[in-house]
């Protein structure tokens, strides 16, 4: 059964920071691997999608990594400011049909 | 361009009071799903849906019953509300199951006295 793990459960940082939050998966059999981000009383928001064959996807400051082999994804936040304030938490499936298995997120505060 | 919108945001039952949450979204995907999300257990799959008049079971069905008798809306039921329910609800869904990123909803959150 696939696990998803994410650490640290929570991680506080400077503004202007640049950080790496984790994942690590314990099937490495995977199609796709996503990172979400959750504001506080709202719904997921999806981040970046890594297909398995991919080895990274960048949008603005956000840069995700995926090791297939090593069952490890790195969610790199560049220059982080106040509003990247959030829970951020990966997923990964087997197949493009089966369930998303995901991990229970890195809560994430940026201080000003 | 509302997304995917639940109905009712907010929820008061008692136990084995029974109630639907409505999933509806306008962007046309065939795949939607519900969730919950429990504090220490993340979220987990109850029940998924891979176009109109489908419906399978995820990780936590029991307890639980759904419908997708039109391709926009998506509906979750709870028969005999339990204490072990409460939580929180969330609907989403995909253009092409996970080949694309799902689209949540903000959440319904459902307490059983």
């Known amino acids: 059964k696939q696990e998803v793990t994410q650490i640290p459960a929570a991680l506080s940082v400077p503004e202007g920071e640049n950080l790496v939050l984790n994942c690590s998966f314990t099937?490495?059999?995977?199609?796709?691997l996503q990172w979400f981000r959750q504001d506080p009383g709202k719904g997921l928001t999806s981040l970046l999608l890594i297909q398995s064959s991919q080895r990274e996807q960048t949008s603005g400051r956000l840069n995700a990594s995926l090791d297939k082999s090593s069952g490890r994804s790195t969610l790199y936040i560049a220059a982080s400011q106040p509003g990247d304030s959030a829970t951020y938490l990966c997923a990964v499936s087997r197949s493009g049909n089966t369930p998303l298995v995901f991990g229970k997120g890195t809560r994430l505060s940026v201080i000003a | 361009n509302a997304g995917v919108t639940q109905t009712p945001k907010f929820r008061v039952l008692k136990t084995g009071q029974s109630m639907t949450l409505l999933c509806a979204q306008d962007m046309n995907h065939e795949y939607m799903y519900w969730y919950r999300q429990d504090p220490g257990m993340g979220l987990r799959l109850i029940h998924y849906?891979?176009?109109?008049?489908?419906?399978a079971k995820g990780e936590v069905p029991d307890g639980y019953n759904v419908s997708r008798l039109k391709k926009q809306n998506f509906l979750l039921g709870l028969e005999s509300a339990a204490p072990s329910q409460t939580s929180v609800y969330f609907c989403?869904?995909?253009?092409?199951?996970?080949?694309?990123?799902?689209?949540f909803g903000d959440g319904t959150r459902l307490s059983i006295l």
């Open positions: 099937d490495s059999a995977i199609y796709n």
């Open positions: 989403a869904s995909s253009y092409q199951g996970l080949r694309q990123p799902q689209h």
């Open positions: 849906s891979v176009g109109e008049g489908t419906t």
